[in-house]
């Protein structure tokens, strides 16, 4: 059954960046898209881009954009995401997930960032 | 953006009652929208999509209906493990949510 791991909980300073990894286990890694999506403390979830490993190419929401860099490596079957110019409003939980036909199917576990100074 | 609004923000139910969650979207999603329950200190879980297909594992008292700007999610009898939060998501044009009802214990 597919499975994602993510990495473990990070705690950044205001304007450092954090890298999240997410590794995924059976299924076919390259075929489908790869979304991250935060949840803030108490707060609903909100999609921030997405990647297709088998074409290598990304797309942001537009809140994020020039912030964040999503990428994938097919031979770990890991993708990443990275955010950059963090505040303390960035502290939350970060989820990816596996979408296919754009249906969030397999979520990680979730990775806490917490950016404090 | 397509913006989801969802209602109630809360819906306080007994066990073993109906409960029907709202959702509206800014612009037709068509039939492109999903449902996700979320329990504390866990990720979501889909529950529906296509706006009225159930993922696999899920019991036949969740149902979904709905096409274009309106949709509802409805549980039939609420079992205690029903009581959690609950987001609808379009995927017509990249993905939004809606902001959540709280499903809890009257």
């Known amino acids: 059954q597919v499975q994602l791991v993510q990495s473990g909980a990070e705690v950044k300073k205001p304007g450092s960046s954090v890298k999240v990894s997410c590794k995924a286990s059976?299924?076919?890694?390259?075929?489908?898209?790869i979304s991250w999506v935060r949840q803030a403390p108490g707060q609903g979830l909100e999609w921030m881009g997405r990647i297709i490993p088998i074409l290598g190419i990304a797309n942001y929401a537009q809140k994020f954009q020039g912030r964040v860099t999503i990428t994938a490596d097919k031979s770990t079957s890991t993708a990443y995401m990275e955010l950059s110019s963090l505040r303390s409003e960035d502290t939350a939980v970060y989820y990816c997930?596996?979408?296919?036909?754009?249906?969030?199917?397999?979520w990680g576990q979730g990775t806490l960032v917490t950016v404090s100074s | 953006e397509i913006v989801m609004t969802q209602s109630p923000a809360t819906l306080s139910v007994s066990p073993g009652e109906r409960a029907t969650l709202s959702c509206r979207a800014s612009q037709s999603v068509s039939s492109n929208l999903a449902w996700y329950q979320q329990k504390p200190g866990q990720a979501p879980r889909l529950l529906i999509y296509g706006a009225s297909t159930r993922a696999t594992g899920i019991p036949a008292r969740f149902s979904g209906s709905g096409s274009g700007t309106e949709f509802t999610l409805t549980i039939s009898s609420l079992q205690s493990e029903d009581f959690a939060v609950y987001y609808c998501?379009?995927?017509?044009?990249?993905?939004?949510f809606g902001q959540g009802t709280k499903v809890e214990i009257k």
């Open positions: 997930a596996r979408a296919a036909a754009g249906i969030l199917q397999h």
């Open positions: 059976g299924g076919t890694f390259s075929s489908y898209a």
């Open positions: 998501q379009q995927y017509n044009n990249w993905w939004t």
